[in-house]
């Protein structure tokens, strides 16, 4: 009974030390990767702060403009006859109600109408940046 | 412990602590006591007594040491696991997501990167510690060659502790320096300045020293707000407008060999600059590569007599006034005598004028009159409403105070009616218009984004207001500004030309200030949209002319068709005919034998009759 009382008692405080001691070395460890981690964060950070100068300084207007004239030089300046909204797109017509209707794109318009097809009220609303 | 103890004597029967014994201590005792030569009786008590007080003693103090133990143990389970670290812990995660920064960064309104603060290496020499200055200034200018190797040694050698050898290193060039191994160099961890939109904001933005001073501009202003803050700071400037303002300007420049110019976009609701340019302009990364004239901001701080467009003021004054109505108009035949000065017409018309007339043609000798019927001190209380007397309220240090005539005489009356005799910034101009078109509230310019329309005091009647859009929208149909008409996107505008004053004194008749201010969409401002030339030359293209409506008018037409997407405002037809009843001008019914050709005018103009 009494040895097995000391060997509990022995296994108790071994136990206890081990796990303390694992603990202590375990948490030593975590703070050291954390600290490496944080460090690694701040690295990137700091590259990222880097990058976006960089993506800042690529994006110049002036510069895209260079290379959309040189590699999109189908896109010149938007004029205000290709600029539409949404609501103003015909819209698709089912067949078996409409027959007499004109299809789209053959509306015969006069010359300048087409390009302007918005009401007045256009001006008022969505005027969001 | 103690069972330890005990179990080690058991074996020696002759020892007291044997007593303790559970198997009869009476019984052996019995059988020993003959062999024990004194009083077996005393000595039986006393040893019992002194085994007994030993007992007792080693209770106590085993029970002491076990308690001890006890809340020794207690307390390392407690500070183990249950407690709370009272100290501090080491090591924290990081938390912020941003790079701290000396100066904080400047981002336009939707959040394109301005300006911000980059780490950099600075080079810089222990003096005394330096063994050989001359060899140390040949090996680092083979290093970095854009320093000079004569000049470097010479400051190398001085007598002094220390010297800036370079302020801002590249990594390889720091690598490079560490393996020349000079003693006595030593590396600074910096911070530079970055812009990397170049010289687009350079008068908004300004610069910094090398010591990440602000030195001009917002950079300037908001010194101390930069350097305390982890935040970037938002302007109303949009990039992208700011793109198509600054290089349509510099087109215009270079087309008509300007000596300068300035162009100004404005938020007619809100009095936020979305684009201001002043050419020539600089580099804020190179701030000193550039002459000093290059610094000069000329939208804020230069102010200049801005001719024609103040007949937009002129006019409302009038109609506000109540002196003229749309209807009236003044006799334009003669041109106007008063002392030894003589006003006449530009696009001189000869007859008389009605106030749309008088607007589109540009009649100085309309406005003049129409500016004396105010009078004088309506003049300038009108001029001070519109805050045209004083200096310029900016966020950038760089702003101009108006000059105007001290004693406001008849005379003075008459030219500033034209916009001769008083001078302003061209930001003035613009938020004055902004204001005229707005309802009449005052616009107070910002450099800020600002997330709500502000109204400001109402300086001109709402009926007012609708009549400045509906003259401003006749000319760029009919009148001087048609150059900058764009379909579908209801421009109005004003063109504006005067002569600069002279070293002499005088007029010049060839230097000119040609300017345009305009507004879209005129059924509802949004933008104002002025642009100004310093001493434009014309070209063939242009006939010879360097006036507002050839040089500066066409600019803002792209300026506007270039923006007006950006913005999110969509094109309408002109020829709707709810937008042209709410733009026509009726013409005036009474005095129609004189308004013949007035009325031939409007009808093909507007086509409302």
């Known amino acids: 009974m009494r040895v097995f009382v000391m060997f509990v008692w022995v296994m108790l405080f071994g136990a206890t030390g081990y796990t303390l001691f694992h603990i202590t070395f375990q948490v030593e460890m975590m703070e050291g990767e954390l600290s490496r981690l944080n460090q690694e964060i701040i690295k990137e950070q700091e590259a990222v702060h880097v990058l976006k100068a960089e993506w800042s300084y690529l994006n110049r207007p002036a510069r895209v403009e260079t290379l959309s004239k040189e590699w999109l030089p189908m896109l010149g300046r938007i004029s205000p006859a290709q600029v539409m909204r949404v609501e103003d797109l015909p819209m698709r017509q089912d067949k078996d109600q409409d027959d007499d209707q004109p299809s789209i794109g053959a509306n015969d318009l006069t010359a300048g109408a087409e390009a302007l097809p918005a009401s007045l009220k256009s001006s008022e609303g969505e005027m969001s940046q | ?609």
């Open chain 2, 1 to 609: 412990m103690i069972a330890l103890f005990r179990k080690n004597r058991r074996p020696t029967p002759a020892h007291p602590l044997e007593a303790r014994s559970k198997t009869g201590a009476n019984d052996y005792r019995g059988e020993r006591k003959p062999g024990l030569k004194c009083a077996p009786a005393r000595t039986d008590g006393v040893f019992r007594q002194a085994i007994e007080t030993g007992r007792t003693r080693l209770l106590i103090t085993g029970a002491v040491m076990a308690l001890a133990f006890a809340a020794v143990s207690g307390r390392l389970v407690e500070v183990a696991a249950l407690a709370d670290p009272h100290e501090p812990r080491s090591v924290h995660a990081v938390r912020t997501t941003e790079v701290q920064t000396e100066r904080a960064a400047i981002v336009d309104r939707n959040g394109k990167l301005l300006a911000t603060s980059l780490r950099t290496v600075g080079l810089s020499a222990n003096l005394r510690k330096l063994l050989d200055p001359v060899e140390a200034a040949e090996k680092l200018a083979s290093v970095l060659p854009e320093l000079d190797a004569n000049r470097l040694s010479a400051k190398l050698s001085r007598d002094a502790n220390f010297a800036w050898i370079h302020r801002n290193l590249t990594p390889r060039q720091q690598h490079q320096i560490n393996s020349l191994g000079i003693p006595g160099l030593e590396f600074h961890d910096r911070e530079a300045r970055v812009y990397p939109q170049g010289r687009l904001l350079s008068h908004i933005l300004g610069y910094t020293d090398v010591d990440n001073r602000g030195l001009s501009g917002l950079e300037r202003s908001f010194d101390e707000a930069l350097r305390t803050s982890d935040k970037p700071l938002r302007l109303s400037i949009d990039l992208r407008m700011q793109h198509a303002l600054h290089e349509e300007l510099k087109n215009a420049i270079d087309e008509f060999q300007a000596v300068g110019g300035a162009g100004v976009i404005m938020d007619v609701k809100t009095g936020e600059v979305a684009a201001m340019v002043s050419m020539p302009d600089f580099d804020p990364n190179h701030p000193t590569a550039d002459p000093s004239a290059a610094r000069f901001n000329r939208a804020t701080l230069g102010v200049y007599e801005l001719g024609s467009t103040f007949k937009i003021f002129n006019t409302a004054m009038a109609l506000d006034a109540g002196t003229v109505t749309m209807a009236g108009g003044y006799d334009a035949s003669e041109p106007l005598k008063i002392s030894r000065y003589r006003i006449s017409d530009y696009h001189a018309e000869n007859r008389w004028l009605s106030v749309p007339e008088i607007f589109i043609h540009s009649s100085n000798i309309g406005s003049a009159k129409m500016a004396l019927e105010v009078g004088p001190a309506g003049q300038k209380a009108f001029m001070q409403k519109m805050g045209f007397l004083d200096r310029l309220a900016l966020e950038i240090p760089e702003t101009g105070t108006p000059q105007y005539p001290k004693t406001w005489r008849p005379i003075n009356t008459m030219t500033i009616s034209f916009g001769h005799g008083i001078s302003v910034t061209p930001l003035h101009l613009a938020s004055g218009v902004a204001s005229m078109l707005n309802g009449g509230h005052q616009v107070t310019p910002t450099l800020m984004k600002r997330y709500a329309p502000v109204k400001g005091p109402q300086i001109i009647k709402r009926e007012v207001s609708d009549a400045v859009r509906k003259l401003m929208r006749l000319n760029t149909l009919e009148g001087s500004g048609k150059n900058a008409a764009v379909p579908g996107y209801l421009v109005g505008g004003k063109t504006g030309t005067a002569e600069k004053v002279g070293a002499s004194g005088g007029y010049k008749r060839k230097a000119l200030i040609s300017s345009f201010v305009a507004a879209f969409p005129m059924t509802d401002p949004r933008y104002v949209v002025y642009a100004v030339l310093d001493e434009p030359k014309g070209t063939k293209a242009t006939f010879g002319y360097a006036t507002g409506g050839w040089v500066a008018a066409p600019l803002v037409g792209r300026v506007i068709e270039r923006i007006a997407p950006m913005a999110g405002i969509s094109p309408v037809n002109p020829q709707d005919p709810d937008i042209r009843h709410a733009l026509a001008i009726m013409p005036p019914k009474s005095e129609q034998k004189r308004l013949a050709s007035f009325t031939a005018t409007m009808t093909a103009a507007i086509g409302t009759e």
